[in-house]
């Protein structure tokens, strides 16, 4: 399957930033910044990056797929964990180098690999302390990755 | 002023993902991703960076800093545009490696350089082609950017 998407330094500023080729602008390791936003309440689940492979095959198959930088594999979210993203939209940014996901977080809701809906569950309360917010963790994850 | 933040790599992964230290994960190139977040609608208004910098900037005064990867400086959300972000509250995710920034967005109301709301004004339709979301201009990029 080609990976392959339109090239953005074939475009000029304009067309980059105005016009309607999806040319998506990877970085020096071949990845895009995703940040995965929950239909309907558009809370923000997680940010994770996506390489030509995991974008094109969240694109033509609707389940969202990212590329695991710690692991250096492709990653179907909820291969694992059975936390399925189903794709609602997606979109692109002025410079095109973040792609934005409205997803429906099937499951038990949680897209963070600590249990909880979202990986933001800690207040930034000054520069050296963190708040809990109190977010339920829905599984756990030493039930569910019982393989690490 | 110090700019320094509290070492990620001498936390244990329980205390980096569960505990109340804050401890940024800035990559190699000194900088954290930043998502900024309107308060209210919870539109995602832009993706950018912070260095160590912008970061306790950000925090310490209530207005939101980024680092500009292009121009290689700190940038002051708004110093040129008059579009300043006031910062309501910050989040980290599991491993610190981005803050979520739940922002007012005072001004026109326009994060984007390119005079709109949100940056993400265009919608993925397939591998190749975007569609404009119909998002409105708050102000003219030409007027408000004149000694570019």
């Known amino acids: 399957m080609s990976t392959s998407f339109a090239d953005p330094t074939a475009l000029s500023h304009a067309d980059l930033e105005e016009g309607t080729l999806f040319a998506p602008k990877f970085d020096a390791h071949g990845l895009v910044t995703a940040v995965a936003q929950e239909a309907g309440s558009n809370r923000v689940l997680m940010v994770a990056h996506m390489n030509a492979e995991a974008l094109r095959l969240t694109i033509e198959t609707g389940e969202v797929h990212y590329y695991s930088r710690s692991r250096k594999k492709l990653w179907k979210k909820g291969e694992s964990s059975g936390e399925i993203q189903k794709l609602v939209e997606m979109r692109t940014d002025c410079d095109q180098d973040v792609v934005l996901l409205l997803v429906e977080q099937t499951g038990r809701g949680a897209a963070c690999h600590t249990g909880r809906k979202s990986c933001f569950y800690r ?22 990755y019982k393989v690490q």
Chains 1, 2 share one sequence.
């Open 123 to 144: 207040i930034v309360e000054d520069t050296e302390t963190l708040r809990q917010s109190g977010e339920a963790r829905l599984f756990d994850p030493a039930e569910v």
